[in-house]
C-alpha cells in the first residue's frame, strides 16, 4: 500500500528520533494528517514545501496518538480503573470516564496543533485561519 501527500516522511520521522516501523508509522501519519487537514481546512494539502513546523506538529501528533491508542487498547482490554490488593477491590472505567479520556485526547491534539501551527503561514493564508476577525 502507497501513502502519497505525507507531511512527514518515515525518514524524516527516523531522523527527529522516531521508533515506530514503516506500517504503523504510515496509518498513524495519515491519522495525524487527517486531524491537521480537518483543524487547517486543507490549507497545506498539496503544499510543495511543508514548512518544517508542519513536520514537529506531525511528529508530535504521531508520538501523542500512538500513546493514546496503547492506553485505549489496554483500557479497553480490561476496562479497569483501578485494583487494590488490601482487601481486592476492583473498580471498572465508566461511560463518563471513557469519554473524559476521549475528550482529554482531543484537547491534547488541538493543543499540539495550536503550539506548532500558530504562525505557520501558506500561500498568504495563517493555516489556523478560520475567518473570523
Known amino acids: 500500500m502507497e501513502f502519497s501527500g505525507q507531511y512527514l516522511t518515515y525518514t ?29 481546512q486543507g490549507r497545506l494539502v498539496n ?41 481486592y477491590t476492583i473498580s471498572y472505567l465508566s461511560t463518563g470516564q471513557i469519554q473524559e479520556i476521549i475528550k482529554a485526547k482531543s484537547n491534547d491534539l488541538e493543543d499540539v496543533m495550536t503550539s506548532y501551527l500558530a504562525d505557520v503561514v501558506v500561500n498568504g493564508t495563517p493555516v489556523l485561519y478560520l475567518g473570523v476577525c
Open 12 to 40: 524524516d520521522y527516523m531522523a527527529l528520533g522516531g521508533t515506530l516501523d514503516i506500517m504503523p508509522f504510515n496509518l498513524l501519519e495519515f491519522n495525524a494528517r487527517k486531524q491537521i487537514d480537518l483543524r487547517t
Open 47 to 87: 503544499v510543495a514545501n511543508v514548512p518544517q513546523e508542519v513536520k514537529l506538529c506531525m511528529f508530535e501528533l504521531i508520538n501523542s496518538i500512538n500513546n493514546y491508542n496503547n492506553n485505549m487498547n489496554e483500557t479497553r482490554s480490561t476496562n479497569v480503573a483501578s485494583e487494590h490488593t488490601d482487601g
